[in-house]
């Protein structure tokens, strides 16, 4: 599956969902399909228009609630309680959610850096890792987590590398990727690395 589908996966039929930075609405067209109502809103007024005519050629307006929206700041309480923040950075994934009064049943997030992070900043929020799942799309690996309400008691191991991925063989997969990449990494730079050092050792021993 590939990031969307993988996301569809993780809604059930009555969530409540917004999709936040919405890509043109893929994943609530998807849901629509299933008729599944969502709202999608992006920042970029550009970005909602071209998807309001894609959603409109499909016959889907009356499923796709269209909104341009800084973050949440234009989710009213009790709109969803299923938040998307794919396609972004933790930080940006942080901002958003620590600009908001909303509290979700449930946060999906696949972020492109700092997952050690995101992590122990969703903890902090008291959101607790449900599952993570490794995506490969396009030679590319992509780390989703379901948070859910509630905190965890995580060692550095599942800081740093993860705590119940669903697919052993793609995160055995990523695993080894992450190996050769910050062997890599290390060998280049000479530079003494305490991060990079942690992770080879728990890949190591995993």
């Known amino acids: 599956m590939n990031r969307i589908e993988t996301i569809y996966s993780l809604i ?3 969530d409540k969902v917004v999709d936040v930075g919405c890509d043109q ?5 998807m849901l629509a399909k299933s008729n599944i109502k969502s709202i999608a809103s992006d920042i970029s007024i550009n970005v909602i228009l071209r ?21 949440l700041s234009n989710i009213k309480e009790g709109e969803a309680d ?9 930080h940006t994934i942080l901002e958003i959610l620590n ?20 992590r ?6 008291n959101y607790k890792i449900d599952r993570e799942l490794i995506i490969k799309e396009n030679n590319k690996y992509y780390n989703l987590i379901l948070f859910k309400e509630g905190n965890n008691d995580l060692t550095r191991k599942e800081i740093l590398l993860g705590k119940n991925h669903i697919d052993d063989n793609l995160y055995n ?12 990494i290390k060998e280049q730079s000479k530079d003494r690395n305490d991060k990079i050092n942690e992770v080879l050792k728990y890949i190591k021993f995993n």
């Open 51 to 71: 998807a309001k005519e894609d959603i409109n050629k499909l016959g889907y307006s009356n499923y796709i609630d269209l909104r341009v929206s800084d973050g």
């Open 99 to 118: 600009n908001t009064k909303l509290r979700f049943k449930k946060v999906i997030t696949i972020s492109n850096n700092y997952h050690d992070i995101l």
């Open 12 to 14: 059930d039929k009555n």
């Open 25 to 29: 609405a893929k994943l609530g067209i």
């Open 173 to 184: 997969d990523y695993l080894n990727y992450l190996k050769n990449k910050y062997l890599s």
């Open 120 to 125: 122990t900043k969703m903890n902090d929020l």
């Open 82 to 90: 299923t938040v998307v923040l794919s396609g972004m950075g933790t």
